[in-house]
């Protein structure tokens, strides 16, 4: 053990200082000491994707960085993606609209690698819409319905696969 | 059909909309004051004594609370019961004495933080004695093959021969006979999320609470059990998310660790297991069989006769493993007209993680193994393999139809799901691709798979493979209520791992008091709360608490249409039930409004008929339709009690060079019967055709010859992603089960049940102008280009005639 060090990090907006071990992963960071539980784990060693969230506006595996590693930079997680309490995103929108999840265990992550995909492509063929969620696993949905909600999302298509 | 107002209309699933908000509530999400975290220490032999265990180093680190082995833990619990008979096969949380398989736990190590205990962990010295291990099932069949379990006196844990109608007559009349041997690998459903359960006993009230993400019939009862406290002293909590399970989310040695630990020391305690104990140590692999088939058929293509033996690995201890062989009687001849079968079903034990119950309770693995003969008799006629198919399938007439085994199927349409299937692969168009992807030089294939999922999960298997359990019902319940200001809530009585079970009951409960189903809230009860129940296992939920939900609902609308019938000085039955109110036959004028009804029910007892309760709160418990029944002596039995069908039609394509598949096209015929949340039933067919993909290509649960688990990450555990998984199309096709409430089958386990068999087709398809073949998933990279360097360049490309 070594002596706990301070990290200043914006989380969804906000400063948020704490004392956390060296050792301390962002996702145990945001888990356990800020309580913002939205953000899952399934692996630990970077590949599920069930951990991701926005670094400074980049999809990142908070599994696989430490707190300390992001000390002065921004996060986003899930629970920030909502334009405003009470409202959804359109891509959260369109994740209800095609049943784009079943457990909701990496939808957390699944919306933060497809919010990263529109904001740089803002209408994704399939192809890149597979290739944006290809490290983000889900074992329910077979990912057809999130290539669904996505292609809702940017305006492709008029009516999910249901 | 009858009219549907909400059943089979697309809905926004209720539990997704606090799941894309990140406000989901998982067993991790769950915070409680002083939290103590557990880790593991595993063993790292696959066979072992343990000789000593010394933990000085480990508790002297500042926040550690307890070390614990299974020599103080066990005299204080109860064995976890194997699903057979064989008392001798013991099984506790944490090893005694010896170690019988590499991960088996060993100490579990209590502290402030994971990290602590991790820390912790890493001190405690454990030394250990190897001895004899078997890691091999037909090893481990063998007379001088180590035992496992020397108490039990073999390691065969389980074993019946079945003989079901003439058999030795038909194959002796049969122009053909075939056999084989397919082997399916020990894979997984492997959800996103670990176990985690989370525990705290409380000294005045007596009770031990627990949160864990389970998917587990009788859980509260068996873990009661174990830690020698009454059923009502362990409170389930089911408002839990899980996320995912598939059938393993048992965590039954998990929960009673952590229970015992939480009553040890008096404090909340929680073990979430990290990946590698999951995999290594959560005793969640699947079947692990080996299939010998033989097939008696005529020239015409029709199979008469049928002889398997299965062999299935269930690792070092056993919980209902040796079950899934059993539910596969209920369809054991497929969608087929198979007249007589031979059922050898050997249940074997070897150093090995446990394995536990997966998608399909063992029926995906039968499922590919008819099928891969199905293929192989058309192949030896030279007969096209839909057209030898349609010669075998039961003819939609002869439903009810009564298999060999004594299951009766209830309703299908077999022939119709596969033309619909072909008509949208556009079967000829996929030949002529295949053809042209042979012209350039590369291997193609086309896979076709027609297979069952029996659903509405009874426990038949149970009495069938213990004769000491009499087992005969597996009922689910629901409670209705309406209260004082007229808005409805249900109860159901277990958690759910991804099935919108919140959705379905909503939408059940609305159809029949015909009020909007988003105004009905539904309540995941604890344990001391719920009614009976036998949680979401064998495709049963959509037949058994939709049939549960529809029933107490039914009793709402019964009892609010006798206070309007009273209210009117009518004959009960003179009114109906018309968008929520009670309304005269024949006279609409006369009617009474839902908030009446609700105010009379609950506050007018002047109003009320005499001898009516007062109050509007009804409960259903539904009996499995078709249960009741206990096996005939020569083991025939209703298993479930509806049949869903599944055509699966594929396009794939190999690359010689390093035997990498490409699915080009992926089409899925399917009938569960009424659908009533399309969207659910579409979206688990996805995903079981993805997880059958990766049965099918990718997964596998290698173990070393030392016993040593050498796929234990997702770095070698591969699991299909976005990339691998192509697109899908499934085509709808609607046989009603005369069986339940709205003509509803089961679904949960679709996709899976046929997408193995039919990709498995396809690469055979494929390699077959190649002069190779594979009978053994997965079938990955290296075991295909495998198959086509041993094929001899010059051997003859026996293909099919399509
Ligand atoms: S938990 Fe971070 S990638 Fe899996
Ligand atoms: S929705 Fe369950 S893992 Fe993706």
């Known amino acids: 053990m070594t002596a706990p060090i301070s990290v200043e990090i914006t989380v969804n907006g906000t400063v948020r200082r704490a004392f956390v071990e060296p050792r301390t992963t962002l996702v145990d960071f945001l888990r356990d000491h800020l309580a913002l539980t939205g953000t899952h784990v399934g692996c630990e060693h970077g590949i599920c994707g069930a951990c991701s969230v926005l670094l400074d506006g980049a999809p990142v595996r908070a599994c696989c960085l430490f707190a300390a590693q992001v000390d002065g930079m921004s996060v986003t997680t899930v629970e920030g993606l909502a334009p405003a309490r009470g409202e959804l995103s359109k891509l959260q929108d369109a994740f209800l609209e095609s049943h784009a999840l079943q457990c909701g265990y990496c939808t957390p992550g699944m919306l933060i690698a497809c919010t990263d995909l529109l904001a740089r492509n803002p209408q994704p063929s399939e192809e890149e819409i597979r290739d944006a969620i290809g490290g983000n696993l889900c074992r329910c949905t077979g990912y057809q319905q999130i290539v669904d909600a996505v292609k809702l999302a940017s305006g492709q298509e008029e009516a999910a696969h249901g | ?802």
Not at chain 2, 490 to 513: N, P, R, Y
Request: net charge negative.
């Open chain 2, 1 to 802: 059909m009858a009219e549907f107002r909400y059943i089979g209309k697309r809905r926004r699933a209720v539990e997704h909309r606090r799941f894309v908000r990140g406000q989901g509530r998982y067993a991790a999400d769950i915070q409680l004051p002083g939290l103590l975290h557990v880790a593991i220490v595993a063993s790292p032999h696959a066979s072992a004594r343990i000789l000593s265990v010394n933990a000085d180093a480990a508790l002297a680190l500042p926040g550690v609370h307890a070390i614990i082995t299974g020599d103080e833990m066990n005299r204080e619990l109860e064995p976890m019961l194997p699903g057979v008979d064989a008392p001798a096969v013991t099984r506790f949380p944490l090893a005694r004495g010896v170690v019988r398989y590499a991960g088996e736990w060993v100490v579990a190590v209590v502290a402030e933080t994971r990290a602590f205990a991790e820390d912790a962990a890493e001190l405690v010295e454990v030394e250990y004695e190897q001895t004899q291990h078997v890691v091999d099932p037909e090893a481990a069949l063998l007379p001088e093959a180590p035992l496992v379990h020397p108490a039990h006196g073999s390691n065969i844990i389980w074993n019946r021969k079945f003989t079901w109608g003439p058999v030795e007559e038909d194959f002796a009349a049969a122009e053909h006979t075939l056999s084989y041997r397919v082997r399916w690998a020990r894979s997984s459903t492997v959800p996103i999320e670990t176990f985690v359960a989370t525990c705290a006993w409380n000294d005045a009230t007596e009770i031990l609470d627990v949160w864990a993400s389970i998917q587990m019939p009788k859980f509260p009862d068996q873990l009661a059990r174990a830690l020698r406290l009454a059923g009502n002293a362990v409170r389930v909590h089911y408002d839990v998310d899980v996320g995912g399970s598939y059938g393993v989310k048992r965590g039954l040695k998990h929960t009673v660790l952590v229970g015992w630990l939480a009553r040890r020391l008096g404090r909340p305690v929680r073990f979430l297991e990290d990946r590698l104990e999951n995999m290594r140590g959560g005793d969640m692999q699947g079947p692990d069989r080996i299939f010998e088939v033989a097939m008696a058929f005529g020239r015409d293509g029709v199979v008469r006769s049928m002889k398997m033996r299965a062999v299935d690995d269930v690792g070092a201890y056993s919980g209902r493993a040796p079950l899934q062989l059993g539910k596969p009687v209920g369809a054991i001849v497929g969608p087929y007209i198979i007249n007589s079968v031979v059922y050898d079903a050997v249940s074997v034990m070897t150093n090995k993680t446990p394995q536990e119950a997966v998608r399909g309770f063992g029926q995906s693995p039968t499922n590919y193994a008819i099928e891969t003969g199905m293929d192989k008799v058309a192949r030896f006629l030279g007969m096209d393999r839909v057209e030898m198919r349609r010669r075998n399938l039961i003819p939609a007439d002869r439903f009810p139809y009564l298999i060999p085994s004594g299951t009766s199927y209830d309703s299908g349409d077999y022939a119709t799901v596969l033309d619909k299937a072909l008509a949208a692969a556009g079967h000829d168009e996929l030949l002529r691709q295949r053809d042209a992807l042979r012209a350039e030089g590369k291997l193609a294939g086309i896979g076709v798979s027609t297979c069952l999922e029996p659903s509405g999960g009874n426990s038949s298997f149970e009495p069938l493979f213990n004769p000491k359990n009499t087992t005969t019902t597996w009922m689910d319940s629901c409670l209705v209520r309406v209260d004082l200001n007229g808005a409805v809530t249900a109860v159901m009585g277990t958690s759910t791992s991804g099935q919108a079970h919140e959705t379905l009951v909503s939408t059940v409960v609305g159809e029949v008091l015909r009020r909007e189903p988003d105004t009905i809230r539904v309540i995941h009860a604890d344990s001391l709360n719920a009614l009976p129940s036998n949680s979401p296992v064998g495709s049963r939920m959509a037949i058994m608490l939709g049939g549960a939900a529809a029933g107490a609902a039914k009793r709402i609308r019964a009892k609010m249409l006798a206070i309007a019938a009273h209210q009117f000085q009518a004959p009960e039955g003179a009114l109906e039930w018309e968008d929520g109110d009670a309304v005269m036959r024949g006279d609409p004028s006369r009617q009474i409004a839902w908030s009446r009804l609700v105010e009379i029910a609950h506050r007018e007892f002047h109003n009320l008929p005499e001898g009516m309760e007062p109050g509007l709160q009804e409960k259903f418990v539904w009996e499995v339709p078709t249960g009741g029944m206990i096996p005939t002596a020569d083991g025939r039995v209703q298993m479930y009690p509806c049949h869903s069908f599944e055509c699966h039609i594929v396009l794939a394509s190999v690359d010689a060079e390093t035997g990498k598949v490409a699915l080009h096209r992926y089409v899925v015929g399917h009938d569960c019967g009424v659908m009533i949340s399309p969207d659910v039933v579409h979206g688990m067919t996805y995903g079981g055709v993805a997880h059958g993909l990766g049965a099918a290509l990718m997964e596998k649960f290698a173990f070393s010859p030392e016993g040593q688990l050498v796929s234990g990450s997702f770095m070698d555990y591969l699991l299909p992603s976005a990339q691998e998984v192509p697109s899908i199309t499934i085509v709808d096709h609607c046989t009603p089960s005369p069986l339940t409430e709205f003509g509803q089958k089961g679904s949960g386990e679709a996709g899976y049940l046929g997408g193995p068999a039919a990709i498995a087709s396809a690469i055979n398809d494929a390699l077959a102008p190649a002069g190779a073949s594979i009978d053994a998933l997965p079938m990955t990279p290296a075991a295909i280009w495998r198959a086509l360097r041993e094929a001899t360049p010059a051997a003859p490309a026996r293909e099919a005639a399509e």
